[in-house]
């Protein structure tokens, strides 16, 4: 599998735009790229996904590299309920039987000061 | 939309003692439904794969005779904890989706401690 390459933690202050980098050198051509993020105590929670355009929605926006080895995942505008640990992943596009599950790596850590 | 929720959030037993955790999709038809485990400042595991009617799919590494899935319903899988013993306590994560290359839906997890 493909896997990505994230920094460990990142701090920001709140009301400020956040960039969350992450390479993925050896995408294949088929791979999304998905973004999830997981708050203390709690089950992940989807963000946004891409495949070669850039995405935008309520939550975030994600920019994907032109020779897509690298995406940015931007929070406009970091609140503290923004903490949490963010998982870049790479999804085939085509999957079946046991193939179709999230691999997580460690995720970036990201930290807001007030 | 899209919500998955998962019962109980925090289960307390003895050794021996065997725990069943629900995982229910409340507003869509989760075609696939996904169990992970996180130990302690670790990331997330894929324990299993199951489709709705058909035999979990598991990891390697997992005992399918400890983790029990069950996938009866378009809405309702369960994962069975048979025997748990204190090395089985660990963060119990469950995800659906409802088909092709949708995000998955994560339940909020299932706390799991052995005494």
């Known amino acids: 599998d493909a896997k990505t390459t994230q920094p460990n933690s990142m701090e920001s202050n709140e009301e400020e735009p956040v960039h969350l980098p992450c390479n993925h050198s050896t995408i294949s051509g088929t791979d999304y790229i998905h973004w999830y993020r997981q708050l203390p105590s709690q089950g992940p929670e989807y963000v946004i996904h891409g495949l070669t355009s850039n995405v935008n929605n309520r939550m975030a926006s994600l920019a994907i590299a032109e020779d897509r080895k690298s995406s940015t995942l931007i929070l406009h505008r970091a609140t503290l309920r923004d903490a949490a640990v963010y998982y870049c992943?790479?999804?085939?596009?085509?999957?079946?039987?046991?193939?179709?599950?999230?691999?997580f790596g460690k995720g970036t850590h990201l930290i807001i000061q007030p | 939309g899209a919500v998955v929720s998962q019962h109980p959030s925090r289960v307390i037993c003895k050794s021996g003692t065997s725990v069943k955790i629900e995982c229910r999709s409340l507003d869509f038809q989760a075609t696939t439904m996904f169990w992970y485990r996180q130990f302690p400042k670790q990331s997330l595991m894929l324990m299993a794969t199951?489709?709705?009617?058909?035999?979990?799919?598991?990891e390697q590494g997992v005992e399918k005779d400890k983790f029990l899935i069950n996938h009866a319903s378009l809405t309702l899988s369960t994962l069975t904890v048979t025997s748990a013993h204190p090395e089985d306590s660990s963060f119990y994560i469950c995800?659906?989706?409802?088909?092709?290359?949708?995000?998955?839906?994560f339940g909020d997890g299932t706390r799991l401690s052995i005494l």
């Open positions: 992943i790479l999804k085939p596009m085509y999957s079946g039987g046991g193939a179709d599950g999230l691999t």
């Open positions: 995800s659906a989706r409802d088909w092709g290359n949708q995000p998955q839906h």
């Open positions: 199951s489709n709705e009617g058909s035999k979990a799919t598991y």
